[in-house]
């Protein structure tokens, strides 16, 4: 679910005008969420608590008394707000910091997401409201809070929306991250159909980056998409959305079936063990469609082509595109149904064909503009509705 409404290179990506409900327009919030709502227990009972006899235990009754007044019980937490603790804290009461919502963003499956501002900065920052008893009904409760602790461990990465600050209320869920204002890469690939093959190497470089780091940092993305895929001003890439991520050290598999049927791997397909190497499948779904404007064949089996016997294996490309060499070796490497031989690895990448003379560590340090290739290619802006053959999305 992005969190950008602004325009990259002529694309809207305003995406929802919708109210936002329990939300005032202004709501005062905790940014730093730093403080949560603790009980503290008091081991004596002070009830009938008495003046001792002794005057060698006076200062000692004088020291338990003193240091039990600025003690104080909290009410019970209740059970809507503890299964959330404490990842979510409780934030009830009014904090320093001030935010105004200023619009929505986009409306996802769980939630929305509003872009808002620091009343005191002026900066914006993206919040996104998710419902508890959604969550709840939905038994997602470890998905949403796994959700926030990678994305808050692992947003200082340069191509990672950061998440600052998560608390919840009693009925929602609130998550600050990053306004990215460049829009989604779903709305780019809307409008040029096809990118600049010079394009679709720094994308493709940014991506394999992340995921490589994600992977080393033992978490799996699991639902690598373009609407996932956030652009700042300079078309620079950012991932997020964690919301179906998970800790999975590497060398581990899991058998969880969740993600975007276009974008899942054949293995997530058909409930067996996967890996990481189901991040890369994902990859090579984009680098097509960056590529060439159309999806390759799907590891979902169609209805039709299932009652035939010359259904065309996942991962095959479109029929009658030209490529050159160097790219479809990439395609077939990257969309490999067997996990164990495909490309699955930032290293290897570095070595293939397509990325032959290819600065990486300029990729990583941002010294390149993926904004300046699209303008260079197209100096009137972005292509007639008439010259886009984008039927699949």
């Given at each position: 679910m992005g969190n950008a409404n602004t325009?990259?290179?002529?694309i809207?990506?305003?995406?929802?005008?919708?109210?936002?409900g329990d939300l005032q327009n202004q709501v005062i919030v905790d940014f730093t969420g730093n403080s949560s709502l603790t009980s503290r227990e008091s081991h004596q009972s002070f009830s009938n608590t008495s003046r001792p006899w002794f005057k060698n235990s006076k200062k000692r009754w004088k020291?338990?008394?003193?240091?039990?007044?600025?003690?104080?019980?909290?009410?019970?937490?209740?059970?809507?707000?503890?299964?959330?603790?404490?990842?979510?804290?409780?934030?009830?009461?009014?904090?320093?910091?001030?935010?105004?919502?200023?619009?929505?963003?986009?409306?996802?499956?769980?939630?929305?997401?509003?872009?808002?501002?620091?009343?005191?900065?002026?900066?914006?920052?993206?919040?996104?409201?998710?419902?508890?008893?959604?969550?709840i009904k939905d038994n997602c409760i470890e998905q949403v809070k796994n959700e926030v602790l990678?994305?808050?461990?692992?947003?200082?990465?340069?191509?990672?929306?950061?998440?600052?600050?998560?608390?919840q209320s009693k009925k929602q869920l609130f998550i600050v991250t990053d306004y990215i204002e460049g829009g989604e890469l779903f709305a780019l690939l809307k409008t040029y159909s096809s990118l600049p093959l010079d394009l679709v190497k720094i994308y493709v470089a940014e991506l394999a980056i992340v995921l490589d780091f994600l992977h080393n940092a033992g978490v799996i993305y699991r639902d690598l998409k373009p609407e996932n895929i956030l652009l700042d001003r300079e078309g620079h890439l950012y991932l997020t959305d964690f919301g179906l991520s998970k800790w999975l050290s590497f060398g581990v598999k899991t058998r969880t079936l969740c993600g975007t049927l276009r974008y899942m791997a054949p293995e997530v397909i058909s409930l067996q063990l996967y890996g990481h190497a189901a991040d890369w499948w994902s990859l090579g779904v984009i680098t097509c469609l960056m590529m060439l404007g159309q999806f390759p064949v799907s590891a979902v089996a169609n209805e039709n082509n299932e009652k035939s016997d010359n259904r065309k294996k996942p991962g095959t490309l479109p029929d009658d595109i030209f490529i050159d060499n160097a790219s479809k070796d990439l395609l077939l490497r990257l969309l490999e149904v067997d996990p164990t031989k495909r490309l699955r690895s930032l290293r290897v990448m570095k070595t293939i064909a397509f990325f032959k003379g290819f600065n990486f560590e300029a990729i990583e340090a941002k010294q390149v503009r993926p904004s300046d290739i699209l303008e260079k290619r197209f100096p009137a802006g972005p292509p007639s509705i008439n010259e886009i053959h984008f039927n699949d999305f």
């Open positions: 325009n990259f290179k002529g809207n990506t305003k995406r929802a005008t919708s109210s936002c020291r338990s008394v003193s240091s039990h007044d600025i003690s104080k019980t909290a009410w019970p937490v209740s059970r809507i707000e503890q299964v959330f603790l404490p990842e979510f804290p409780s934030s009830p009461q009014v904090r320093n910091q001030q935010f105004a919502i200023v619009d929505d963003i986009a409306t996802g499956s769980f939630g929305k997401v509003f872009r808002i501002q620091d009343l005191k900065t002026h900066n914006y920052y993206a919040l996104k409201v998710l419902p508890k008893s959604q969550i990678i994305q808050a461990a692992c947003g200082h990465h340069p191509f990672i929306v950061k998440c600052h600050s998560y608390w």
